[in-house]
């Protein structure tokens, strides 16, 4: 029972972590990479956060002329039988220790918050963390040189039939689980055609010699039916991407949207 | 991980001649694109009674090297 309570109280001066992984799920790249991570793996992960927390909030409550009890959690904790309970005097103690739990993790949260809002700590954070993907950083515009409203992929796949150009816009994409690998890219609006448009064979080489070769002009675009269009990375060769910025007036918007 | 569309984006990808008519400009102009050239195109838009065209405008954003 003990063991649990000391077990309890050590999570509890641990908390600061867990709200800097909250903080987290602000930023899109570190929210879905440490997304299966548990608590304890969070715990662990960011163990200086808590430290760094407390070095700064307890220093501070001190000056104010306020102290929090760790020694009555550490009797606690110890399962010291000498230690004398007073339920009256314990109970304000407690409040006040859980008092203190509460405004450390809101402390760490706002503070983690506003990290994962500045670009470059944020950018520090992944490098830290070893979480940088090409990935992330390709279809996230990473280095478009200015905003765009989208992402338009022809993707090149092959099969045993054939090669095949996929023309949509990127609307997902998914890793491989608990890793930085590319699993599959979801597409809308999505149309497919032949790498080649035709194969030009047949043509006299010397003396009835015979040659293939293939037209350089890709097929005729074929609409596909369904919203999206599911392509698994293994069957990728290669993907081209334009970042593409519009400019229309806001009525279209509007008429668009319907 | 969901891609980053801006608001706009989103209300072409939900118009499916609107999406098909950019998709087809930028096909259509893939080498004025690739230099970053503004390329105009024509949305016929067909919801009210009668068709309503508008004329847009994209571009690439281009890439600046890592």
Redesign the interface.
Request: glycine share 4%; hydrophobic share 55%; proline share 2%.
């Given at each position: 029972m003990n063991i649990a309570i000391g077990a309890f109280l050590i999570t509890l001066l641990f908390i600061p972590a867990i709200s800097f992984r909250l903080a987290l799920n602000n930023h899109r790249q570190l929210k879905e990479l440490l997304g299966a991570l548990s608590i304890t793996d969070t715990i662990w992960m960011f163990i200086l956060v808590p430290i760094c927390t407390h070095l700064v909030l307890l220093p501070i409550l001190f000056t104010l002329g306020m102290t929090v009890k760790f020694d009555l959690m550490l009797n606690i904790i110890y399962s010291n039988r000498d230690f004398h309970i007073d339920n009256r005097t314990m109970g304000w103690d407690v409040i006040s220790f859980m008092g203190y739990v509460l405004f450390a993790f809101a402390a760490a949260f706002v503070v983690s918050a506003w990290i994962v809002k500045n670009k470059r700590l944020s950018e520090k954070i992944v490098a830290l963390l070893g979480a940088g993907n090409e990935w992330y950083e390709l279809f996230d515009g990473k280095y478009a040189s200015m905003n765009f409203d989208m992402i338009l992929l022809n993707v090149v796949t092959g099969s045993k039939e054939s090669t095949l150009i996929y023309t949509g816009y990127l609307e997902n994409y998914y890793f491989q689980t608990k890793s930085t690998e590319l699993n599959y890219i979801v597409l809308t609006q999505v149309t497919r055609r032949d790498l080649r448009k035709q194969a030009l064979t047949e043509q006299p080489l010397g003396e009835g010699g015979k040659t293939t070769a293939y037209s350089n002009e890709p097929g005729i675009p074929i609409d596909l039916p369904g919203d999206v269009i599911v392509i698994p990375a293994k069957e990728i060769l290669n993907i081209n991407i334009t970042y593409l910025q519009l400019e229309v007036d806001n009525e279209m918007i509007e008429e668009l949207e319907g | 991980?969901?891609?980053?569309?801006?608001?706009?984006?989103k209300?072409?990808?939900?118009?499916?001649k609107?999406?098909?008519a950019?998709?087809e400009a930028?096909?259509n102009n893939r080498d004025r694109?690739?230099n970053g050239e503004?390329v105009q195109f024509e949305?016929v838009?067909s919801?009210s009674n009668k068709p309503?065209k508008?004329i847009?405008?994209?571009?690439?954003?281009?890439?600046?090297?890592?």
């Open positions: - | 991980m969901r891609a980053k569309i801006s608001k706009l984006g209300a072409f990808l939900k118009n499916n609107a999406a098909a950019l998709s930028v096909f694109i690739s503004k949305v838009l919801r309503v508008f847009a405008a994209v571009r690439s954003a281009g890439i600046s090297q890592p």
